[in-house]
């Protein structure tokens, strides 16, 4: 399974013991691959703030997640991403959790993986994602990449960042989705 993992991604499998176990690694050099995403409810976008005891607060935006007593209830967040970020570089607000779980489009049968991030650009853009996706109604063909993005401050200092981007290009179609390259 990793040699076929490694050979879609352009890497070699290595081999490690972690625990007294065999696991193999595969790291790959590409800045993006081609996935298959079921469906929108692959992508979820959560928001969470830890304290010296644990977990503080966890919700979706909206309602709280966690903990179960609280569960559906207004969190409180505000309604903005802009908002919410001021919180949170104030130490007053949780912060975004994205998570989408893909196959990949090389190898679906390798099972599924799954991406995190903290990024807030990738978490202003969950919900049109998962419209892109519902659009296609059924699993569907995606870019995921991680872009670069460079640029200089007010001050003249050069800020360089990575950022999540998911792209979708259309219906998933195993035996044409194998040919395109990325």
């Not at 903005?80 to 975004?96: D, H, I, N, S």
Request: proline letters at 6%; aromatic letters at 6%; one cysteine or more.
């Amino acid at each position: 399974m990793a040699e076929s993992i490694a050979s879609v991604l352009g890497a070699e499998p290595q081999r490690q013991l972690a625990d007294g176990l065999e696991q193999f690694e595969v790291v790959a050099e590409k800045a993006s691959l081609r996935v298959v995403i079921e469906n929108p409810g692959r992508l979820t976008g959560q928001m969470k703030l830890w304290d010296s005891r644990g977990l503080a607060h966890h919700c979706d935006g909206r309602a709280f997640l966690f903990p179960a007593a609280d569960a559906g209830h207004p969190c409180g967040c505000p309604n903005t991403m802009a908002e919410r970020r001021a919180r949170a570089r104030a130490g007053q607000g949780p912060q975004p959790i994205t998570t989408l779980l893909f196959r990949l489009a090389g190898c679906p049968d390798a099972g599924s993986f799954r991406f995190r991030s903290s990024s807030w650009r990738f978490a202003e853009g969950v919900q049109r994602i998962r419209t892109q996706l519902a659009a296609v109604g059924d699993a569907a063909l995606c870019e995921l990449a991680i872009q670069t993005v460079e640029f200089p401050t007010q001050n003249g200092r050069r800020v360089c960042y990575h950022k999540p981007v998911v792209k979708v290009l259309g219906p998933w179609e195993s035996s044409a989705a194998l040919s395109l390259a990325v």
